[in-house]
């Protein structure tokens, strides 16, 4: 919008209309035009001999402590769910033996309540009848790993 009224101004002067145009004094910061700069991937993935510790570590976690949670951590690496879309599973979203995959259908999201002075609070956890994604309902199969 700013490139309108900058460039309408600019003619203005040229024209004769004003003497000067002040919106070249103002500076716009704008999230819309900057640059995005991607983060690098050494910090957004785990590299093989990261993920082999990180697996070894929650194994030796479920071994110590028999939580079923610890599991999640290899079973993520696995099949690439979200930790949203793992704890709102069923045991009816697994195929059939022989079909051997997960039908991802529904994710956990955490739910906030409007406060009278317009702040927003924590309430609840629910899982939702979509995922987070545009791919939507999705079969993610299993490895034999």
Not at 18 to 36: A, D, H, R, T, W
Not at 93 to 104: L, S
Not at 118 to 137: C, F, L, M, P, Q
């Amino acid at each position: 919008m700013t490139i309108i009224i900058r460039q309408s101004l600019d003619m203005a002067v040229e024209i004769g209309i004003i003497n000067e145009n002040s919106f070249q004094k103002v500076k716009m910061e704008s999230k819309l035009f900057k640059p995005v700069k991607k983060k690098s991937d050494e910090t957004q993935v785990f590299l093989t001999d990261e993920k082999k510790l990180v697996e070894q570590e929650a194994y030796t976690d479920f071994e110590a402590s028999n939580e079923t949670a610890c599991l999640a951590i290899p079973f993520l690496f696995q099949t690439g769910l979200r930790i949203s879309e793992i704890v709102a599973l069923k045991w009816s979203d697994i195929a059939e033996e022989k079909e051997n995959y997960i039908h991802v259908q529904r994710m956990e999201t955490k739910e906030f309540d409007r406060l009278a002075d317009g702040t927003w609070s924590y309430s609840r956890r629910v899982v939702i009848e979509h995922t987070k994604s545009d791919a939507g309902n999705r079969n993610v199969y299993l490895t034999t790993v």
